[in-house]
């Protein structure tokens, strides 16, 4: 039981989501991702689930779209140009309250950009991407392990809040192999019941609707405090957060994902040379970690944000710490050849720790 | 005992069944209901001709038309 | 009634007992109830799941007695697709006009089309987006007025008005295609039968099955209520002929 398995991380999210009862994948190819569309359609039909290749990425959001409003855990995937076409799905399923795991195996853009690792995609996951003003559950795993155990936690929270979650990686996370021990699924919380998907009238009084289309007076204004009270209730719950070091720091250095793997050694680095340097690791980028950027900076007053992009997240960084410290930014927008080192990071905290 | 019953709250008094009767026996008044409309009348007289083939309640965009016979005994 | 009278048409019990929004003489409440009688017949009601598009068909929640899902705009064809893989004992039907299925929603309708999903696609053409206000549809005839095409369509630069039952008849998944119209009390009763088939076509787990409707959209053509119904045979049906195209329903068994 629970053996060490050695996968890709786009294997690790399709185990970690299959252990939580997902029975149903609809998706479309796009590089760096194809894995999990692959492993779905090789494992769904002998589980009795459904693997779907649809005709675009927006027939495959809106396939996502109809199972969850049927009432079961689904989930699909892309790359940053696909879940751009998905956009509008995302929407509508915030808005009529569905719940479902998108995944974003980032690639670097704008446009079609190219295959290789990068964290483009921050403002689009995390700022709503879509239209009408909503948020998605975003998480940020930095390990094949942490992708297989955030697959499930997505599957929850998404149920739970009933508002759709991502889990952003990029193309390092999916690409890279590591060894995983695959837990079994534990619900975090028992999950409301889907009293309000369609299966078919059958004895109900009414028929269950599922919609977005608020036309009475004062409905839809009501709905969208309703939403944001979800929000703020997964901003008082669920937020996650690495921290290392930060007790004593004088310096602390910020990133998610990918970044945050090569931000590690650097991190390790600087304190075997004797600098103080702790690290925050939004695991939750939605909802992000305001109050553990809040605390920590009480006391340390300079952060350095490091992103494979030329800065997003340390634009929540700067409002959660609220001006009481100096954030400070060193990114590279990804593509080939654009990959930080960790010595290259080091360097970089040698430079921000002295002035 | 009336064969068509035409609902004022559904009507929209859009001619349809007008057109449709065969007999002609379908009028659009001067009545209207509580949207405004004017509504689509039958008169005692012209209950007593129809023949309940429904061929107004079919046309009726509004399914505002019920028609019913009476049981032979 | 009293009990001394037999019910020979009454309102069908799966649309709800409340007046529509729809405006005067428009045959969106003409099809819908021919939905609900079908439902109605082949005692569907309790296992339908309706898929609503963007556009005056959106409200069909408010009207239907059944469960709803509301989709993206074009959408209805994808989303029922995920509906039915999930609860393939149900029955799952799309309504949608014709900015929503032939324009910007292409992809959806012939890709379910063409995987042969188990669906009943009821499409209203009345050749003009009336929601949004009467702008061109791609049902749009040659010269029509819309308030996208002040000067008539230009079929030179609007291109031609698209014949969708046609183009999915050509599909392999499709079961069964027609084209029907509700503008004459016999054409209704004729409409019906075509609608109840394509029901239980899906009953019988027969694969696609898509009927078009002609309908009249008196508001956005500038035209009475009778002379929109008028305008079906005189103008629509030389462009978009009734008929069934293809039937593969004995073929199923």
Not at chain 1, 288 to 309: D, I
Not at chain 3, 58 to 74: K, R, T
Not at chain 3, 168 to 177: M, Q, V
Not at chain 3, 242 to 249: R, V, Y
Request: glycine residues 10%.
């Amino acid at each position: 039981m629970n053996k060490r398995l050695f996968v890709k991380g786009n294997e690790a999210v399709c185990i970690g989501a299959i252990a939580a009862g997902c029975r149903y994948y609809f998706g479309y190819p796009i590089t760096p991702q194809n894995e999990i569309p692959e492993y779905m359609s090789r494992e769904l039909p002998g589980l009795g689930g459904t693997f779907l290749q649809a005709e675009s990425e927006v027939a495959a959001i809106n396939m996502v779209l109809g199972a969850s409003a049927a009432g079961v855990r689904v989930m699909t995937s892309s790359s940053g140009p696909g879940i751009s076409l998905k956009a509008e799905g995302l929407s509508y399923m915030a808005g009529s309250e569905l719940p479902a795991v998108i995944v974003n195996i980032m690639r670097c853009g704008p446009g079609l950009g190219g295959i290789d690792a990068s964290q483009a995609d921050y403002f689009q996951a995390v700022k709503g991407g879509g239209h009408g003003g909503y948020h998605l559950i975003v998480l940020a795993p930095d390990s094949i392990q942490e992708l297989y155990d955030l697959s499930m936690v997505a599957f929850d929270l998404a149920d739970q809040y009933r508002v759709p979650a991502m889990i952003l990686g990029d193309a390092m996370i999916g690409q890279m192999k590591e060894a995983l021990i695959p837990h079994p699924y534990q619900p975090l919380a028992e999950l409301p019941a889907k009293d309000w998907s369609v299966t078919g009238k059958g004895n109900r009084v009414q028929g269950n609707t599922v919609k977005s289309l608020f036309l009475q007076d004062g409905a839809l204004e009501a709905h969208n405090w309703r939403l944001h009270d979800r929000y703020q209730q997964l901003k008082d719950r669920e937020v996650r957060c690495e921290t290392i070091g930060i007790d004593d720091a004088e310096l602390i250095l910020t990133a998610f994902g990918g970044a945050a793997r090569i931000a590690k050694t650097a991190v390790s680095m600087a304190r075997q040379a004797g600098l103080k340097v702790g690290l925050i690791r939004p695991i939750t980028l939605f909802p992000f970690p305001e109050q553990v950027f809040r605390q920590a900076t009480e006391r340390c007053r300079r952060v350095l944000c490091v992103e494979l992009n030329n800065g997003q997240m340390v634009e929540d960084v700067r409002l959660s710490v609220d001006r009481q410290a100096d954030v400070r930014f060193y990114g590279r927008p990804g593509g080939t050849g654009s990959l930080p080192t960790p010595e290259e990071l080091f360097e970089q905290l040698q430079k921000h720790y002295k002035d | 005992m009336k064969k068509l019953v035409i609902d004022e709250e559904f009507c929209k008094g859009c001619g349809l069944c007008v057109i449709a009767c065969p007999l002609e026996l379908i009028t659009v008044g001067t009545k209207v209901n509580k949207q405004g409309y004017p509504l689509a009348q039958i008169s005692d007289a012209n209950q007593v001709k129809c023949t309940a083939c429904s061929a107004c309640a079919r046309m009726c965009p509004d399914a505002a038309i019920s028609v019913y016979l009476p049981k032979k005994d | 009634m009293a009990d001394s009278m037999i019910t020979v048409f009454e309102r069908p019990h799966s649309l709800k007992p409340v007046p529509s929004h729809f405006c005067s003489g428009c045959h969106h409440g003409t099809v819908h109830r021919l939905v609900a009688e079908a439902l109605d017949q082949l005692e569907l009601q309790q296992q339908t799941i309706g898929i609503a598009s963007v556009g005056c068909s959106v409200l069909l929640y408010e009207y239907f007695d059944i469960d709803v899902v509301e989709a993206p705009h074009g959408r209805a064809p994808a989303v029922a697709t995920g509906v039915k893989r999930v609860h393939p004992d149900s029955i799952v039907f799309t309504y949608q006009g014709d900015g929503d299925l032939a324009a910007i929603g292409t992809a959806e309708i012939i890709h379910a089309a063409n995987r042969g999903e188990h669906l009943t696609v009821i499409f209203v053409n009345n050749t003009t987006y009336g929601m949004t206000g009467g702008q061109m549809a791609p049902t749009s005839l040659g010269g029509q007025v819309t308030t996208t095409t002040p000067y008539g369509r230009d079929l030179e630069t609007d291109g031609n008005p698209i014949r969708m039952a046609e183009l999915l008849a050509l599909l392999d998944g499709t079961h069964f295609s027609a084209r029907v119209s509700v503008d004459a009390p016999r054409r209704v009763a004729q409409a019906g039968k075509v609608i109840h088939k394509a029901f239980e076509m899906q009953k019988n787990r027969a694969g696609f099955a898509f009927v078009e409707v002609l309908a009249a959209c008196p508001t956005n053509w500038g035209l009475s209520a009778l002379d929109a119904n008028e305008r079906i045979s005189q103008e629509m049906m030389p462009c978009f002929p009734l008929g069934t195209f293809k039937d593969l329903s004995g073929a199923q068994g």
